[in-house]
């Protein structure tokens, strides 16, 4: 069945430094993928996301690789800085017309300055 | 402001009481997504409608029941309910034929 999770539940860096957040998924039918970030009291909020026919997305300081062999997804975040704390979550749809998105438990990433 | 409304932001209640929790959806958004989330939990998919019409249930409870209306704003009803119920609920739409979703700052539901 479909199931995202994460390989690590916390990481810590130092404000400057580059994050990488991993995410491992089962479902090889999934096509699309997101991660989402969370802050405190807040709701998910959109990073970037990337299509199952490419391998890597470039945004503002945050890249996503897939890999779609091995089903691994992971966001880069360059030049971390104490505004990136927060959890980011990975979620995966595997097609069809719901559009349903499975999110994993999700990485607390926390900067120190 | 992500453009999704969710009302209320907090809701202390009672064992066995009924709420519910309304979601104004981003304008122009067809489609609205309800999501539990407890502390050792992850996002937890509860159901999807798409522009009035169910299209999918998650781990939705019997107790809890959705709807969408004609204006698509959606109303998530919890009944009976018990302390596991504690969570946060979000409320997230998405656009015909979007894969991304934009989700409401949530309400936080705490049962006591």
């Known amino acids: 069945g479909e199931s995202v999770g994460l390989h690590l539940p916390t990481l810590s860096v130092q404000e400057g430094d580059n994050s990488i957040i991993n995410c491992a998924y089962s479902?090889?039918?999934?096509?699309?993928f997101i991660w989402y970030k969370q802050e405190s009291g807040k709701g998910p909020q959109f990073i970037i996301d990337?299509?199952?026919?490419?391998d890597k997305r470039q945004g503002q300081r945050v890249t996503v690789l897939l890999n779609k062999t091995v089903k691994h997804l992971s966001l880069q975040i360059a030049a971390t800085q104490p505004g990136d704390s927060a959890v980011y979550f990975c979620?995966?749809?595997?097609?069809?017309?719901?559009?349903?998105?499975?999110f994993g438990k999700g990485t607390l990433l926390t900067v120190n300055p | 402001d992500s453009g999704v409304t969710q009302t209320p932001k907090h809701l202390i209640t009672a064992t066995g009481q009924r709420v519910t929790l309304r979601c104004s959806p981003r304008?122009?958004?067809?489609?609205v997504y309800w999501y539990q989330q407890s502390l050792d939990q992850g996002l937890q998919f509860l159901i999807h409608?798409?522009?009035?019409?169910?299209?999918a249930k998650g781990n939705i409870l019997e107790r809890f029941s959705a709807q969408q209306f004609p204006d698509l704003h959606s109303e998530l009803n919890l009944s009976s309910l018990e302390l596991g119920d504690s969570a946060l609920y979000f409320c997230?739409?998405?656009?015909?034929?979007?894969?991304?979703?934009?989700f409401g700052s949530g309400t936080r539901l705490t049962v006591v």
């Open positions: 997230a739409s998405s656009a015909p034929m979007g894969y991304g979703y934009t």
């Open positions: 479902n090889s039918a999934s096509d699309y």
């Open positions: 990337i299509r199952s026919n490419m």
């Open positions: 979620a995966e749809n595997s097609g069809g017309s719901n559009y349903k998105l499975t």
């Open positions: 304008s122009g958004d067809l489609s």
């Open positions: 409608y798409y522009n009035g019409e169910e299209r």
